[in-house]
Structure formats: structure tokens, C-alpha cells
Nanobody, 120 residues
Framework: QVQLVESGGGLVQAGGSLRLSCAASGSIFSINRMGWYRQAPGKQCDLVAKITSGGTTIYADSVKGRFTISRDNAKSMSLQMNSLKPEDTAVYYC???????????????WGQGTQVTVSS
């Protein structure tokens, strides 16, 4: 079994900072890419940022210059969120493309989500 566990969400005032973390555990051979998505009430789930095993990063235009994604080690990553805005309020989900071996191959996994609320 594979599990992704997020931590670090919470309530912060506009202009503040939060750091989200995601750790993978279980039967994992390697992790290709990891990313963060978010879903605000009544809206679709959108990409926030993603990072490959080689360190290549991609950010949504709305968070460029404010958020930084990083790989802490082979099985975990973080999202440093600075200059937070009320429109950043959402449930943030960790996603990972995990290789579980030659037989199982690659598969995508999601965390349970962590709430980020930015007050104005």
C-alpha cells in the first residue's frame, strides 16, 4: 500500500506564510514527479506546482514568485507559500507519480488534503 500524508495547513492572515509538507510511505520503488493541487469551494481542482525527480518545477501563473516547491528527499516534498492572498484559500492536495516495480509499474496517488485558509 502507498500513502501520502500532508501536513502544515491552517489559518493565516493575508500576507503571511505557510509551509505544506507531503510524505510518501509504503511499497515504493521510486517517485517520478510530485505536485500540489488545490480546490476552492465550488471550483475545480487545479495544479499549483509540481516538481520532477530531476528538480524541474512548474508553477501556476497565480502563484509564481510567491510559492516554492521543493523535494526534501526521495519520498517527501514541501510547498513554501509566501505573500498569501485570500484567493489562495482552498484544500491543498499532494499528488505523486510512484513507481512500484516492474510488475506494478507507475501509478498516481493522492493525499487526503489539508485546508489552507487566508483571511483578509
Amino acid at each position: 500500500q502507498v500513502q501520502l500524508v500532508e501536513s502544515g495547513g491552517g489559518l493565516v492572515q493575508a500576507g503571511g506564510s505557510l509551509r505544506l509538507s507531503c510524505a510518501a510511505s509504503g511499497s515504493i520503488f521510486s517517485i517520478n514527479r510530485m505536485g500540489w493541487y488545490r480546490q476552492a469551494p465550488g471550483k475545480q481542482c487545479d495544479l499549483v506546482a509540481k516538481i520532477t525527480s530531476g528538480g524541474t518545477t512548474i508553477y501556476a501563473d497565480s502563484v509564481k514568485g510567491r510559492f516554492t516547491i521543493s523535494r526534501d528527499n526521495a519520498k517527501s516534498m514541501s510547498l513554501q507559500m509566501n505573500s498569501l492572498k485570500p484567493e489562495d484559500t482552498a484544500v491543498y492536495y499532494c499528488n505523486a507519480e510512484i513507481f512500484r516495480g516492474i510488475i506494478s509499474g507507475f501509478d498516481g496517488y493522492w493525499g487526503q488534503g489539508t485546508q489552507v485558509t487566508v483571511s483578509s
